[in-house]
């Protein structure tokens, strides 16, 4: 038998207006969301581009924990934005979806402020020139050359120094 997750955290993947909804991996990640919280009757925890995508959330509880969306929020801030609302609900059992070159670190930062609670991870299945755009408003993901040439640094840096850089 399946066990099934308490709430679904989903990390959005560049920012993309609702426009360029084939141009986002997370338009392609809020569907899956939307799949698993149906499937199993459970809330999602994302940011707002993830969260632009529901227009019609089909009695799907929602936590949007992004407050400013002209701002960027950190993998760090929404995995603490996370935790706080599994405290407060008692959710033990969290599926992560994430982009696969994105959700290494987002696993990282779950487990690094605390989330010792059972994680899955659920791959995204957007095809490969589906994860870049040109058209992200973060040009960082824009292209591979660019993501690595950030994502690797904050993947080796200390962790009281990446703390302090994405707080």
Same mark, same amino acid.
């Given at each position: 038998?399946?066990?099934?997750?308490?709430?679904?955290?989903?990390?959005? +993947?560049?920012?993309?207006?609702?426009?360029?909804?084939?141009?986002?991996?997370?338009?392609?990640? &809020?569907?899956? &969301?939307?799949?698993?919280?149906?499937?199993?009757?459970?809330?999602?925890?994302? =940011?707002?581009?993830?969260? =632009?995508?529901?227009?019609?959330?089909?009695?799907? =509880?929602?936590?949007?924990? =992004?407050?400013?969306?002209?701002?960027?929020?950190?993998?760090?801030?929404?995995?603490?934005?996370?935790?706080?609302?599994?405290?407060?609900?008692?959710?033990?059992?969290?599926?992560?979806?994430?982009?696969?070159?994105?959700?290494?670190?987002? !696993?990282?930062?779950?487990?690094?402020?605390?989330?010792?609670?059972?994680?899955?991870? +659920?791959?995204?299945?957007?095809?490969?020139?589906?994860?870049?755009?040109?058209?992200?408003?973060?040009?960082?993901?824009?292209?591979?050359?660019?993501?690595?040439?950030?994502?690797?640094?904050?993947?080796? !840096?200390?962790?009281?120094?990446?703390?302090?850089?994405?707080?």
């Amino acid at each position: 038998m399946e066990e099934k997750p308490d709430v679904v955290v989903v990390f959005a +993947f560049g920012a993309f207006l609702a426009k360029d909804i084939f141009h986002s991996p997370n338009y392609w990640m &809020a569907e899956q &969301a939307k799949t698993l919280a149906l499937r199993y009757g459970i809330p999602i925890i994302t =940011q707002w581009d993830i969260a =632009q995508f529901w227009e019609d959330n089909k009695g799907i =509880q929602l936590f949007n924990v =992004q407050k400013d969306i002209k701002k960027h929020i950190s993998i760090l801030q929404i995995s603490e934005e996370a935790k706080k609302l599994a405290l407060k609900y008692g959710w033990i059992k969290i599926a992560v979806i994430a982009t696969p070159q994105h959700h290494r670190r987002c !696993m990282r930062d779950l487990k690094k402020i605390g989330f010792s609670w059972r994680c899955w991870y +659920f791959s995204n299945t957007t095809p490969a020139w589906g994860w870049y755009s040109s058209k992200s408003t973060q040009f960082w993901t824009r292209s591979p050359w660019r993501w690595w040439l950030r994502e690797i640094p904050l993947r080796l !840096m200390p962790w009281w120094l990446y703390k302090k850089i994405t707080a």
